[in-house]
């Protein structure tokens, strides 16, 4: 499965910051020397080593939202062990950026973010949340954000060929015929494979529990006596992670959009497609009600079935200067997810949309592109490696599901959930072709853990409130609050969750268990 963030900022704008990036397999063969004459005492971790790069920076953020703050930024580097059962062993550096707020006052600590995915870029994250966070929490912490390990630019894994990505994306996205599953078979297991090729067993280092470990040593490279979190969807799954293994080092942990703690991968998948629906119908209902009327006609998902049998038959080509590109029902699906993510993304879908079936598939693109992370270069981020490469190492082996098993859920599927079903089951399939060690994720009930706010919204397509609600009843010290919204993460989108939020950061002050905000 698949837990993609809106990124921030763009990744293309990050990573021009990195001058030689190392590679896994460069970063295991410098440091064996190194392990070879370590102290078998555990060291303190050292402080992180920060160099201001605002000027770098400002020019990534300029004419955002927010971008007239008076915000400065510091980017620096930590190590951290590959494998925590040799803790002086060889390490891989992870990527940090600090943001600072001028006017700082009564300052608490950091408060370290995750934007999701896995995969999404931490670095990223808290550049784009510092243009839109409430100032009352930013004059109090320093904002953290950190690629972990294999993403971004701490120590990317890259082991899928920018080509194969743009197969993957452009395949068909209802597969239910006997040779369409063959295909996306087909496909999940040449990445399996190419993955299993350059990097073998040190896949498995890219996993959560040992993520979790490095946001320790992060806390501590910082100074905190405490940890202050902020993760959204699959940064649910780390901080939650996170407070199982350290319970007596959660100051707060807000975690925003969860991906559920109780669901298996096939009752995940379900969810996420009939999530997907849902999403689908909401953007359709607000359609249709515009005074101007829906750009894609008065049937929004009839029109899409219609462009989806057009893209097919024949792809659909992009006016925009120097793409060659032609988009398949493939790359218009995957448009579609990505702006289901975000009810601000409805009006540039719509757009989208109605200018494909005009015969410009420019707008779908553009919006396909962000998702998969697809530079103009035609080059990729790392977004999709790491997502596979984290989420199957995170899968132990008995929760594999058989391919007659994934067929089976795609043709019922494809009937209950028509426009995601069908793909959410083959996406099944993909940790079942995976070739690596599998470090499984713990139970979680963080039993001695500070409060920890958990937070849902009923109109959520990626993450479906029941996933807040389980997690609220694993944690011994959860809160529950939920939002009546729509859209991907509820923070900080409303005033009534933004208040209790900032309070609960700020004064440690959690909102009444079961506090439930309007949509407005």
């Not at 990097?199 to 979790?212: I, K, M, Q, R």
């Not at 993760?231 to 992670?241: A, D, K, P, V």
């Not at 779908?364 to 989420?391: C, E, P, Q, W």
């Not at 990626?462 to 919204?485: E, H, I, N, Y």
């Amino acid at each position: 499965m698949r837990r993609r963030p809106t990124l921030l900022v763009a990744v293309a704008g990050l990573l021009l910051l990195l001058t030689g990036c190392t590679s896994f397999t460069d970063t295991m063969a410098a440091s064996d020397t190194a392990a070879a004459s370590s102290s078998a005492a555990a060291a303190a971790v050292p402080p992180v080593e920060w160099s201001d790069c605002t000027r770098r920076i400002q020019p990534l953020i300029a004419g955002q939202p927010g971008a007239d703050r008076s915000l400065s930024f510091e980017c620096g580097r930590t190590e951290v062990p590959i494998s925590y059962d040799e803790p002086q062993g060889a390490t891989l550096p992870l990527f940090l950026v600090r943001v600072k707020l001028a006017g700082q006052t009564d300052r608490i600590g950091s408060l370290v973010v995750n934007p999701g995915g896995p995969g999404g870029s931490g670095a990223d994250a808290a550049i784009g949340l510092g243009l839109s966070m409430p100032e009352d929490v930013l004059r109090r912490f320093d904002l953290v954000g950190f690629d972990p390990r294999g993403v971004g630019l701490s120590t990317p894994v890259e082991c899928i060929p920018a080509q194969l990505k743009d197969r993957m994306v452009a395949s068909e996205p209802r597969p239910t015929t006997a040779g369409q599953l063959d295909e996306a078979f087909a496909l999940a297991d040449e990445v399996a494979a190419d993955c299993a090729d350059k990097y073998g067993n040190a896949l498995g280092s890219f996993n959560t529990v040992d993520t979790a470990r490095d946001m320790d040593r992060i806390r501590q490279a910082l100074g905190d006596e405490k940890l202050t979190y902020l993760g959204y969807s699959y940064g649910t799954t780390l901080g939650s992670t996170y407070a199982e293994l350290f319970p007596e080092n959660v100051r707060a942990l807000v975690l925003d959009a969860v991906v559920d703690p109780e669901a298996g991968p096939v009752q995940d998948a379900e969810a996420s497609a009939a999530g997907f629906e849902s999403g689908f119908d909401a953007f359709a209902q607000n359609c249709t009600s515009l005074v101007a009327g829906c750009p894609i006609g008065p049937d929004p998902r009839g029109a899409v079935y219609a462009l989806l049998n057009q893209a097919n038959a024949t792809p659909i080509p992009s006016t925009a200067p120097g793409d060659t590109r032609t988009a398949t029902a493939g790359v218009v699906m995957t448009a579609i997810q990505a702006a289901l993510y975000d009810q601000k993304s409805w009006p540039q879908l719509a757009q989208a949309l109605a200018a494909a079936q005009k015969g410009d598939a420019a707008g779908v693109f553009s919006l396909a592109d962000s998702y998969s992370g697809r530079l103009k270069s035609g080059t990729y981020s790392n977004l999709l490696d790491a997502n596979v490469t984290i989420n199957c190492a995170d899968t132990s082996a008995d929760q594999q599901v058989p391919e007659s098993e994934v067929r089976r859920l795609a043709a019922d599927w494809g009937q209950k959930y028509p426009l995601f079903g069908a793909g959410s089951a083959v996406s099944l399939y993909t940790c079942s072709a995976w070739k690596a060690d599998r470090t499984p994720l713990p139970k979680r009930d963080a039993q001695g853990s500070a409060p920890i706010l958990v937070v849902g919204n009923s109109g959520d397509p990626v993450t479906p409130l029941p996933g807040a609600v389980d997690m609220a009843r694993d944690l011994d010290s959860a809160v529950l609050l939920t939002w009546q919204g729509q859209g991907h993460t509820s923070y900080p989108k409303t005033a009534c969750i933004t208040d209790a939020v900032n309070r609960y950061l700020i004064d440690l002050t959690a909102p009444q268990d079961g506090l439930t905000c309007p949509a407005g």
